[in-house]
């Protein structure tokens, strides 16, 4: 396998692209799930090659100081490749969600009318520093009948580019065209710009990854966006809430691994529980290392913690930092879910049923949980397969986005000669 490195089109690679969905939205789910097979061997077999190009991007990340959360989010292993070579033969096993007769039913005039879903044809997917989101998303986007441009971060250039080289040696091998999977390979940003207008040839963009990123797709694009958001993530301890089950959860959503979107970033207390179990709450962070930012009265009450300020409270910390906010009520951690939230993940630990059902229908998110880690929300752990990313917004899709999320639909009509 040989890397390559060519000039940079991305008209030109989009209308390949579009040409290449027509082909793809015409291929049985057996050919599509041979092609995710072959890929995933590809894949397995030439890690050694990939992790040599990851090596180059990790070492000139040392040298710009990237912080830890970063460099792991950047950082492949032997094990990450087989597991997202795995993810894509786990793709291959799920239904295909293209085809399906949605409803149908007969005018008076013995006019057939079906609904049916059908692929959304060209995805640009505009990513940052995970490699693994390259093998991601173009499984998803390859099993769903869709074309898909990529256009990753330039701090993982390199990565990204050997796994796309080995993904186009496996599918010269297939019923799939390689021009269905394109990837910008440059690190300037007007490949990136020229991707929101291009209409004509792109059919929806994905953003993943930070703040500033998903905003300027989203207050840019003229091509319709599947937004993700960031992962400003909540848990509520309730005073109905039992102490180890409260304890187990945060400290797995807070430290399973931090620098994923949906890892806890604040924890909001009611006062009640919090006087009756600070040690055991303090304890418990201080034995998993994670630094604890609290407002005034945690800080009276707790030796070591830093008194948070708004930016505590707004961003993501993706570190083993956490916020510590404590409320006199449910409705205060609604009131403060509500400020800060970013509408993607959010937990409540009680053992009061009708305190968890008021939090789950007042809270506005994506993803909510009674008595469960905010760490459930993605695709692979709610039995999606892989995820294209989790969508905070309310129209199309909303949450982890699985195959379904990459369909629309259209109504075909079957007659024998009616007009009106």
Not at 96 to 116: A, F, H, M, R, Y
Not at 287 to 298: A, L, P
Not at 299 to 312: P, R, S, Y
Request: with cysteine; charged share 25%; proline share 2%.
């Amino acid at each position: 396998m040989t890397l390559t490195i060519e000039k940079t089109d991305v008209k030109k690679q989009a209308m390949k692209a579009k040409k290449a969905s027509k082909t793809l939205s015409l291929l049985t789910t057996e050919q599509k799930n041979k092609a995710l097979h072959k890929i995933a061997d590809h894949l397995d077999a030439n890690y050694q090659t990939i992790l040599d190009e990851n090596d180059k991007d990790l070492q000139k990340g040392r040298e710009k100081g990237f912080e830890e959360a970063f460099m792991d989010r950047l950082s492949l292993t032997k094990e990450r490749v087989e597991d997202f070579a795995n993810g894509l033969r786990q793709v291959a096993d799920l239904e295909d969600p293209t085809g399906k007769i949605v409803s149908d039913w007969t005018l008076e005039n013995q006019l057939q009318v079906q609904k049916v879903t059908v692929p959304l044809g060209v995805i640009g997917m505009i990513y940052e520093a995970r490699p693994n989101v390259t093998v991601d998303a173009t499984g998803l986007a390859l099993k769903s009948g869709n074309a898909i441009v990529l256009k990753g971060g330039s701090n993982a250039i390199t990565s990204n580019k050997a796994i796309v080289d080995v993904m186009h040696d496996a599918l010269e091998q297939t019923d799939i065209p390689k021009e269905a999977v394109q990837f910008i390979n440059t690190t300037d940003r007007e490949a990136t710009n020229e991707l929101f207008t291009m209409k004509e040839y792109i059919d929806v963009l994905i953003p993943r990854g930070g703040g500033a990123l998903i905003n300027a797709v989203v207050n840019n694009a003229t091509v319709p966006v599947l937004e993700t958001g960031v992962g400003n993530c909540h848990i509520y301890i309730d005073k109905d809430a039992e102490v180890e089950k409260a304890l187990n959860i945060l400290i797995n959503a807070k430290t399973d691994r931090p620098a994923v979107c949906n890892a806890a970033e604040t924890v909001i207390i009611h006062e009640q529980w919090f006087k009756e179990h600070k040690d055991a709450l303090t304890s418990k962070l201080a034995e998993y290392n994670v630094n604890i930012h609290g407002d005034e009265k945690v800080v009276e009450a707790i030796k070591d913690a830093k008194l948070a300020g708004e930016e505590d409270w707004a961003n993501e910390y993706l570190s083993l930092d956490i916020a510590v906010k404590v409320v006199q009520s449910l409705d205060g951690a609604v009131e403060h879910i509500e400020q800060y939230g970013t509408k993607h993940s959010e937990a409540v630990v009680t053992e009061n049923e009708e305190t968890a059902k008021k939090f789950m229908m007042l809270v506005d998110a994506a993803a909510l949980y009674h008595n469960a880690s905010t760490r459930f929300t993605d695709g692979g752990a709610l039995g999606f397969g892989a995820e294209i990313g989790i969508s905070t917004q309310k129209l199309h899709a909303r949450g982890p986005m699985g195959l379904p999320a990459l369909t629309t639909v259209k109504y075909m009509m079957h007659g024998t000669g009616q007009i009106r």
